[in-house]
């Protein structure tokens, strides 16, 4: 499956963003869809996911009650939803599939498939 991220864009604390993640080449229903970021001179981090039936959902603690994560497996397309945004948001945004369990701490490792990536600029 290749996935591709769009949405991006340079916004104002404050503001909102929808981020999505488009899947082509085959069915994403059995895939755990994460989104991660990497901030400039930081490591890859665990941002939010969702299991295949759209059931669990996992937030990091820093974006929790301003992120939400869907789905629609019909469309192939999963989504991040901003609001509230923060500069400490700034980042490159990736979404990435895995078959199987969404599991308590997704990991970059973990994930076999990665979209490009979109970039995410929040001033202050």
């Known amino acids: 499956v290749q996935l591709q991220a769009s949405g991006g864009g340079l916004v104002q604390a404050g503001d909102s963003l929808r981020l999505s993640c488009a899947a082509s080449?085959?069915?994403?229903?059995?895939?755990?869809m994460t989104w991660f970021r990497q901030a400039p001179g930081e490591d890859l981090e665990f941002v939010t996911g969702v299991s295949w039936d759209g059931v669990n959902t996992r937030y990091a603690d820093s974006v929790k009650d301003r992120f939400t994560i869907s789905r629609d497996n019909a469309k192939k397309g999963v989504y991040l939803q901003m609001n509230n945004l923060k500069p400490e948001d700034t980042a490159v945004y990736y979404c990435?599939?895995?078959?199987?369990?969404?599991?308590?701490?997704?990991?970059?490792?973990?994930?076999?498939?990665w979209g490009q990536g979109t970039q995410v600029t929040v001033s202050s």
């Open positions: 080449g085959g069915t994403i229903s059995v895939y755990s």
């Open positions: 990435a599939a895995r078959r199987g369990s969404l599991g308590t701490a997704p990991t970059p490792g973990q994930y076999d498939y």
